[in-house]
């Protein structure tokens, strides 16, 4: 039976971790940390890795560091699509924003 990860020549984790992150409603984040517990496997740093390599096809601007920064180089579009989706942000005194990570972060359900 061919699964998922054999049609799209994923490894059987990155599969698993696209599959969570597609699963994170618009205007809501998760962070590296918390896919990684989602899956069940791994860590941040593999999480990260597989959104490197694997993470174009995916709303990656979904998945952020805990601190709220957004993916660094990535900054500019990370924020248009937050605006687009009504993710909660919050401006620093320096006039950047970050995501409001207590209100934006999803907690699993619904």
């Known amino acids: ?14 599969d698993r971790v696209l599959t969570a992150v597609e699963g994170i409603p ?9 896919v990684a517990e989602w899956v069940g496997e791994g860590g941040p740093r593999q999480v990260g ?5 694997y993470g174009g ?17 990535h900054e500019r579009r990370a924020l248009e699509h937050y605006r687009a989706e ?3 942000l919050r401006a620093l005194a320096d006039g950047t ?10 907690d699993g359900r619904g």
């Open 1 to 14: 039976m061919a699964g998922h990860a054999e049609t799209h020549r994923l490894p059987e984790y990155a």
């Open 97 to 106: 924003q970050r995501l409001d990570m207590r209100r934006a972060r999803w």
């Open 26 to 34: 618009p205007g809501r984040v998760l962070t590296y940390k918390d």
């Open 57 to 73: 096809a995916v709303p990656w601007w979904r998945v952020v560091r805990a601190d709220g920064r957004p993916l660094p180089g």
């Open 49 to 53: 890795r597989v959104m490197a390599v």
């Open 86 to 88: 009504g993710t909660p």
